[in-house]
């Protein structure tokens, strides 16, 4: 079936340095978002991005953060700097449609390790 | 927004029985109510999901059932199987994208 790519599955990175989470989503979907999962705890909407603007974003989604698709290319999480509280897993999701033809694939994640 | 709750956070049942897991959305708005599992250190597996123009949906041994009145739905799984043993996230979409989550529940089938 649609496979969302996430690259790299691990990143450890010191804190205050700037960490980009690449996402390769499925090749005709529209809409992308991020989640994060700190360990055995819930999926949190992070973002969510439609023709090359943000819709969306929560609370969780910090000045720090960023997102960008250029030119069709992976779908980026930006983090800069990164602090320790970012470690989590970020998952990241797309979807053709919106409503009812919302079926989001979602990728394997990136673990972030901020030390 | 909304607000998904997943009422069970562990369930335990022996293999060969149903397992069923509920969760109540707040959002009148929402249409779309897909089910994930995820094994141990792995991502979100999508399993099944149900839209706001049915209230039943099965799938071989998986069972949605939707309460739009109630804003209740919940999952169900008959004749478990160890391989059954995951978390099971419950969601919630309206159109604005958004996929809502639950907080899980931890499903142990045991021998």
């Known amino acids: 079936g649609p496979k969302v790519l996430q690259i790299p599955s691990h990143q450890i990175i010191d804190m205050g340095q700037m960490v980009t989470l690449n996402c390769d989503p499925v090749s005709n979907h529209l809409y992308f978002y991020w989640y994060k999962q700190i360990l055995g705890q819930q999926m949190e909407f992070l973002v969510n991005?439609?023709?090359?603007?943000?819709?969306?974003k929560s609370k969780l989604f910090k000045d720090q953060f960023s997102v960008e698709r250029p030119d069709g290319s992976y779908f980026t999480l930006k983090i800069q700097p990164t602090a320790l509280e970012d470690s989590a897993v970020y998952f990241c999701?797309?979807?053709f449609g919106q409503g009812w033809n919302t079926e989001v694939f979602f990728g394997k994640g990136t673990r972030l390790t901020v030390v | 927004g909304e607000k998904v709750e997943q009422h069970e956070s562990t369930l335990s049942v022996r293999e060969g029985d149903s397992a069923v897991i509920n969760c109540t959305y707040t959002d009148t708005a929402s249409s779309y109510f897909p089910w994930y599992k995820q094994e141990a250190g792995k991502s979100l597996h999508f399993v099944i999901d149900i839209r706001s123009n049915v209230d039943r949906k099965q799938s071989q041994r998986l069972i949605v059932l939707l309460d739009k009145k109630a804003k209740r739905f919940s999952l169900h799984i008959t004749a478990t199987q160890p391989e059954d043993s995951a978390i099971y996230f419950c969601a919630a979409s309206s159109n604005t994208n958004k996929v809502v989550f639950g907080t899980g529940t931890r499903l142990q089938v045991l021998p």
């Open positions: 999701a797309s979807s």
């Open positions: 991005f439609y023709n090359g603007k943000v819709m969306e």
